[in-house]
C-alpha cells in the first residue's frame, strides 16, 4: 500500500498563503471525497483540520482551506502565522476499504 | 470531554506479541467507529486498521494483516489491538483515534499514543 505523495517541505513568511499538495491515484484521492488532513507538532498527537475534501472540524480556524482536482487534493494555509510550523499530513479512503496516508510535508515559517 | 488513553507498549522481542488497549471516555463509544494509526521515529503516519461502531468487518493495513487484529468491548469503552509476530518495523508510536460521526470521515480525535519497541 503506497503513501500517498505529498512534498517534503514547504515554506512561506508570516501572512503569506502556502498550499501543499497531495497526489494519489482514481483508487484513493481521486475515487472518493473522503480526503483528511493533520496538523502534527512534534512529540504531539495529530490534530484534524480538514475532512471530506474542504469542512473544517468545530474549532479550526478559516485560514485552513481544502480542495480536490482529480487525483490530487490540497490543504492551503493563509495568513500564515508562527503557530502553523508544523508537519502536516493528508489521509484517503482507498477503495480495498482500507486507508492510507500521505508521506508529510515540514511547513516551515520564515 | 472526549477522552482516548492508549496503554500496553513497551519493550517486546521479535516474534513476541503484545496487547494495546485504548480506554475511550465522554462520548458514546459504542456509536464510533475506530482506528489504529501508527508513527515509526521520526517517520511519518501508517494507517492499521479499522473497527466499525458494531464490530463487524475490520480492515487492515497490509503490513499487519494476518498478524494484528482490532477488537473492542462496547461494555467497557475499550478498543484493543492484538499485535502477535512481532518485527522490528512494527517499531513506532500506536495511537488510537475516533471517526467522526455520520457519513463524513475524518479522525477527530486521538489518544497520546503508547510507544511500542520490538528489539532484542
Known amino acids: 500500500q503506497s503513501a500517498l505523495t505529498q512534498p517534503a517541505s514547504v515554506s512561506g513568511s508570516p501572512g503569506q498563503s502556502i498550499t501543499i499538495s497531495c497526489t494519489g491515484t482514481?483508487?484513493?484521492?481521486?475515487?472518493?471525497?473522503?480526503v483528511s488532513w493533520y496538523q502534527q507538532h512534534p512529540g504531539k498527537a495529530p490534530k484534524l483540520v480538514i475532512y471530506?475534501?474542504?469542512n473544517r472540524p468545530s474549532g479550526i480556524s478559516n485560514r485552513f482551506s481544502g480542495s480536490k482536482s482529480g487525483d490530487t487534493a490540497s490543504l492551503t494555509i493563509s495568513g500564515l502565522q508562527p503557530e502553523d510550523e508544523a508537519d502536516y499530513y493528508c489521509n484517503s479512503y482507498r477503495s480495498s476499504r482500507t486507508f492510507v496516508f500521505g508521506t508529510g510535508t515540514k511547513v516551515t515559517v520564515l | 470531554q472526549v477522552q482516548l488513553v492508549e496503554s500496553g507498549g513497551g519493550v517486546v522481542q521479535p516474534g513476541g506479541s503484545l496487547r494495546l488497549s485504548c480506554a475511550a471516555s465522554?462520548?458514546?463509544?459504542?456509536?464510533?467507529?475506530m482506528h489504529w494509526v501508527r508513527q515509526a521515529p521520526g517517520k511519518g503516519l501508517e494507517w492499521v486498521a479499522i473497527?466499525?461502531?458494531?464490530?463487524?468487518?475490520?480492515y487492515y493495513a497490509d503490513s499487519v494483516r494476518g498478524r494484528f487484529t482490532i477488537s473492542r468491548d462496547n461494555s467497557k469503552n475499550t478498543l484493543y489491538l492484538q499485535m502477535n509476530s512481532l518485527r522490528a518495523e512494527d517499531t513506532a508510536v500506536y495511537y488510537c483515534a475516533r471517526r467522526i460521526s455520520g457519513y463524513n470521515y475524518g479522525l477527530d480525535y486521538w489518544g497520546q499514543g503508547t510507544l511500542v519497541t520490538v528489539s532484542s
Open positions: 471530506d475534501v474542504s
Open positions: 482514481s483508487s484513493d484521492v481521486g475515487g472518493y471525497n473522503y
Open positions: 473497527m466499525p461502531y458494531d464490530g463487524t468487518t475490520k
Open positions: 465522554g462520548f458514546t463509544f459504542s456509536a464510533y467507529a
